[in-house]
């Protein structure tokens, strides 16, 4: 199977989909990305606060994949955001996956209480002209943010990582960063399994019309949608049922169907309020 591409505002290229790893216990990293690169991914999303990069980069390396098939994303955190403390943070990430580029690298959250999220996109464009980050973005920015860093920097994030299910699409963010010509990719992409999203009569009947199950749906949705994601489990099973997306398509209606089920709001915190 080859997963679609999608080119971003910089030239570079980012497979549709892929694997997450968050609250992927340190110790289990190794066999769980292993699990999900024999299964076919290959763009792996993590970030220095889950706390297994190393994990990442022992399970890349063991791969034998060639660095060039591969996509690796990693985030800078909160605490470090600033300029020194920033390159010392993305030193310290590359060392621990063990490579010496990353296909894209992320402010994690804009932090807004501390103001430092402007200074900091200045830091990663550098590392970005280094060679050593491909691409770099955003994560959990909303719009005024992302407002802010294109009237106050000379980049444009390549991507955008928000929280983005059936019941959270975020209209107004996802409107701006594509007018932008900045990609969305979606986190939480099932709703982290936070309420019966595979319950949904439209989602189930879907499921029923295409011999699918429900997460594959929901899967297709997003890349339906224009949407990046990394859908995560533990389980092998589950991995290959989530790889195994690219052999039906959603109507129209259904797709329509399943983005009328906004509603809910989000499952997890507000970027406000995260610092
Ligand atoms: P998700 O929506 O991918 O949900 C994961 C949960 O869904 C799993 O724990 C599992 O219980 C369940 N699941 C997975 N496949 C399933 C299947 N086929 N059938 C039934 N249940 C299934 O949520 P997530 O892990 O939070 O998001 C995906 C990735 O997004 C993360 O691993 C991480 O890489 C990224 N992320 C980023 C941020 C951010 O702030 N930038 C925040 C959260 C997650």
């Known amino acids: 199977i080859s997963v679609p591409t999608l080119t971003l505002n ?3 290229t980012i497979p549709q989909l892929g694997f997450g790893v968050f609250k992927v216990e340190p110790e289990e990293t190794t066999r769980i990305v292993s699990d999900a690169l024999e299964t076919g991914y290959r763009h792996i999303d993590t970030a220095a606060i889950y706390g297994n990069e190393a994990g990442v980069g022992a399970a890349l390396g063991a791969s034998g994949i060639a660095r060039p098939d ?3 994303t990693t985030k800078l955190w909160n605490d470090r955001q600033g300029t020194a403390s920033a390159f010392d943070a993305f030193d310290e990430s590359l060392e621990k996956l063990g490579l010496d580029y990353v296909d894209l690298y992320l402010i994690h959250w804009p932090a807004p209480a501390k103001d430092r999220y402007v ?4 830091a990663l464009e550098q590392i970005r002209e280094s060679g050593r980050a491909r ?5 959990n920015f909303l719009a005024p943010h992302l407002a ?3 009237a106050e920097t000379d980049v444009v994030p390549a991507v955008n990582q928000i929280e983005l299910h059936p019941a959270h699409q975020q209209p107004e963010v996802t409107a701006f960063a594509r007018a932008h010509g900045i990609r969305i990719e979606a986190w939480g992409p099932l709703g982290q399994g936070k309420y019966p999203l595979f319950e949904e009569p439209v989602v189930a009947v879907a499921a029923e019309a295409h011999g699918k199950t429900p997460a594959q749906v929901v899967i297709r949705w997003h890349l339906q949608m224009g949407n990046i994601v990394f859908p995560k489990s533990n389980r092998r099973e589950r991995m290959a049922e989530n790889f195994d997306v690219f052999d039906f398509e959603l109507s129209h209606t259904e797709l ?5 089920l906004e509603r809910v709001g989000r499952v997890s915190a507000h970027p406000d309020d995260v610092n």
Not at 135 to 139: E, F, L, M, P, Q
Not at 256 to 260: K, L, R
């Open 10 to 12: 910089d030239g570079h």
């Open 148 to 150: 802010r860093l294109l």
């Open 119 to 122: 200074e900091s996109m200045k």
């Open 256 to 260: 329509a169907t399943i983005t009328a």
């Open 70 to 72: 591969l996509f690796v």
């Open 135 to 139: 691409s770099i973005g955003v994560s």
